[in-house]
C-alpha cells in the first residue's frame, strides 16, 4: 500500500500574474499536462487571449480580472475558478513588478504598495485557499520567488525585502502544514526575461545592469525563458505525493566555452 493516495489526474490551478511571462507559461504547461487552469491578472483581455489559445488547444481554461492587492478582487477570482473547475488543487502564485529605485529615494507609500502586491497579495491568496486544501487533505501552492534573496540587487529594495517576505512566509507555513497532505514551495528564478523591467528607460536599465555588473551578479549575458521556470514549477506540482520540494532555484546556463572543452 502507498504511503499517500497519489495525486489525482485533473488537478484545477490557479494561477496569478498570468497575463504574461513565467505566469502565463506555467499556465500553458499545466493545461497541457491535462489541468483545468483559471489565470488571474489586471490586463484581463491578456489572460482572455492565453485561456482562449489553450482551449483551442484542448485544453481547459478560463480568465478572470484580478488585483492581488484587492481582497475582494482575490476573494472573487476564487470563486470563479472554483465554480468553472471545483476546488483548487494548485495555486501558482506570482503577481508583481518592481520599481527600479533606491530605497532611501523610494517613497514610503510606493515602497508599501509593493508589499502589498507581492507578500501581502500572497497571503490573500492563501487565506482564501489554503483552508480548504487542508480540510481535504491534499494540494500544491507554489510561491514564486527571485534569487534577490540570495544575492540581493541594488534599486530594488522594496522588492528583495517583498521577496524575502514571501520565502519566510512559505517556511513558517512548510512548518504549520506538514501533516496536513498540503505543500507551500518556492520557485527562485533568476533572471528571466519577463515583462517586469521592460518599462524603464534606457538610463535606468543602463544604470540597474552597472550595478549588477559592479556586485557580481552579472556572469555572463544569458537569461532564462518564462518556459524555462514554468518547467521548474511544474516539477514541483507533479512531484508524487511524500515527496516535498521544498526550494528550487533555477539560473540561466552560460553558452558552452569551447576552450572549456
Known amino acids: 500500500m502507498p504511503r499517500f493516495a497519489p495525486h489525482p489526474q485533473r488537478r484545477p490551478a490557479l494561477i496569478t ?3 504574461s511571462g513565467i505566469g502565463a507559461a506555467t499556465a500553458t504547461l499545466l493545461a497541457a499536462s491535462g489541468h483545468p487552469v483559471a489565470l488571474g491578472a489586471r490586463r484581463a483581455h491578456k489572460c482572455e487571449e492565453i485561456a482562449a489559445t489553450i ?6 481554461a478560463v480568465a478572470c480580472a484580478l488585483d492581488v492587492a484587492d481582497s475582494d478582487s482575490v476573494k472573487g477570482f476564487v470563486s470563479a475558478a472554483t465554480e468553472a473547475f471545483g476546488d483548487p488543487e494548485i495555486v501558482i502564485s506570482g503577481a508583481g513588478d518592481l520599481d527600479a529605485t533606491r530605497v532611501h529615494e523610494l517613497d514610503s507609500e510606493a515602497f508599501a504598495a509593493q508589499l502589498q502586491v507581492h507578500l501581502v497579495g500572497a497571503h490573500r491568496l492563501v487565506s482564501h485557499v489554503v483552508p480548504g486544501m487542508v480540510a481535504r487533505g491534499r494540494g500544491d501552492i ?22 524575502n517576505g514571501v520565502e519566510g512566509m512559505t517556511r513558517a507555513m512548510a512548518m504549520e502544514l506538514e501533516g496536513t497532505g498540503v505543500r507551500a514551495s518556492v520557485v527562485r528564478p533568476g533572471p528571466t526575461m519577463t515583462g517586469m523591467g521592460m518599462s ?3 538610463e535606468t536599465t543602463g544604470a540597474v545592469l552597472e550595478d549588477w555588473v559592479k556586485w557580481g551578479v552579472a556572469r555572463h549575458p544569458y537569461f532564462l525563458r518564462p518556459e524555462d521556470v514554468a518547467t521548474a514549477i511544474a516539477a514541483v506540482v507533479h512531484t508524487p505525493r511524500g515527496t516535498h520540494l521544498t526550494l528550487v532555484e533555477v539560473q540561466p546556463e552560460a553558452a558552452v566555452d569551447k576552450e572549456k572543452r
Open 55 to 60: 482551449r483551442a488547444s484542448g485544453g481547459e
Open 17 to 19: 500574474g498570468a497575463s
Open 142 to 163: 507554489v510561491f514564486v520567488s527571485s534569487d534577490v534573496v540570495r544575492v540581493p540587487r541594488t534599486r530594488m529594495g522594496a522588492y528583495v525585502a517583498a521577496k
Open 200 to 202: 524603464w528607460d534606457a
